[in-house]
């Protein structure tokens, strides 16, 4: 049964993979890195019970985490166009969809 | 099943790297870099290296992430065509993969048990652990306790870099911020 799901994790993983690649916008990618990330924590989790070591499941939310802030980092990319400083725009006023690819353009 | 499980794996690396090669906008390949690191995460994963795995999801798809990003806002979203195609970085790409695999000929193979780092001071670390330091953990003890300062000069390193890192992206920031400024 776990081998099953295995394979089923692995066809999801290869499904994500092409949306990866192809994906027209760039919320697509988000979302296909981030659906990549939960891909990783089911596979750790099913692979500790494959493998006979269920312990492997308090690593997997480790990856949860990792996973979690990751995609925060992303997202607060897109809202305010860098990472280090966020003074662009005021905390609460997101940049308006129009106005991001001018931004991007310029920077 | 182990060697199928590594199989599908490896393909799946090869399949997000020659994707990363081939990609030409950046953001795109930002993201398959990270699915790369977890790909490899899960690598080390069935090899029962988890320690190694969580450092490599954690730096290569956590920090690693972040900090192209970062780039990536203070300079282009697209990566220019390349003007002509130029045999000498393949050349070398390729001799060196060749001398790293020649490399891994000589190594033991996997788990085997008469491998030096099994037979060398291991042995000894794990007998004495738990006398000298009294921590469960032997991995963690070694880090610690028997190698507590060069662990400490790692640190150090890496809060260097980390700061390093930050004022370097702050300020570049705030200096585009007066020109606009200034500017407009």
């Known amino acids: 049964m776990f081998l099953v799901a295995t394979i089923a994790l692995f066809i ?4 994500v993979l092409a949306r990866l690649y192809a994906g027209p916008s760039l919320y697509d990618r988000v979302l296909a890195g981030n659906a990549f990330g939960t891909y990783t924590v089911l596979f750790i989790g099913v692979l500790g019970f494959l493998m006979g070591r269920p312990e492997f499941l308090d690593i997997a939310l480790l990856y949860a ?3 979690f802030v990751g995609t925060i980092a992303v997202l607060k990319y897109f809202r305010y166009r860098s990472i280090g400083d966020t003074s662009p725009t005021p905390y609460g006023e997101p940049t308006p969809v129009g106005k991001l690819k001018d931004r991007g353009a310029r920077s | ?5 590594n199989l599908v794996l490896f393909g799946m690396m090869v399949t997000t790297a020659l994707a990363i090669l081939r990609m ?3 953001f795109a390949v930002v993201m398959l870099s990270g699915v790369f690191s977890l790909l490899s995460a899960l690598l080390f994963v069935t090899l029962d290296a988890v320690d190694v795995a969580f450092t490599e999801a954690a730096v290569g ?3 690693s992430t972040v900090l192209l990003l970062g780039t990536m806002a203070l300079t282009s979203r697209k990566e220019k065509m390349p003007r002509k195609f130029s045999p000498i970085p393949l050349l070398v790409v390729v001799v060196t993969g060749a001398v790293l695999i020649y490399g891994t000929l000589d190594m ?3 788990g085997s048990a008469d491998s030096p780092a099994q037979t060398h001071v291991a042995a000894q670390y794990l007998e004495r652990t738990p006398k000298d330091t009294g921590v469960p ?3 963690t003890a070694i880090l610690a306790s028997y190698r507590g300062y060069d662990t400490f000069g790692e640190t150090v ?3 260097t870099a980390a700061v390093g890192v930050l004022i370097l992206i702050g300020g570049f920031a705030r200096r585009r911020d007066e020109e606009e400024e200034g500017t407009d």
Do not use: E, Q
């Not at chain 1, 999801?12 to 499904?15: A, E, F, H, Q």
């Not at chain 2, 099943?1 to 499980?5: A, F, H, P």
């Open chain 1, 65 to 67: 985490l990792i996973n």
């Open chain 2, 157 to 159: 390193v890496v809060f």
């Open chain 2, 24 to 26: 030409r906008r950046l």
């Open chain 1, 12 to 15: 999801g993983m290869c499904l």
């Open chain 2, 61 to 63: 798809a956590g920090i």
């Open chain 2, 1 to 5: 099943m182990d060697v199928l499980i």
């Open chain 2, 137 to 139: 953990n032997v991995v």
């Open chain 2, 108 to 110: 033991p193979s996997f």
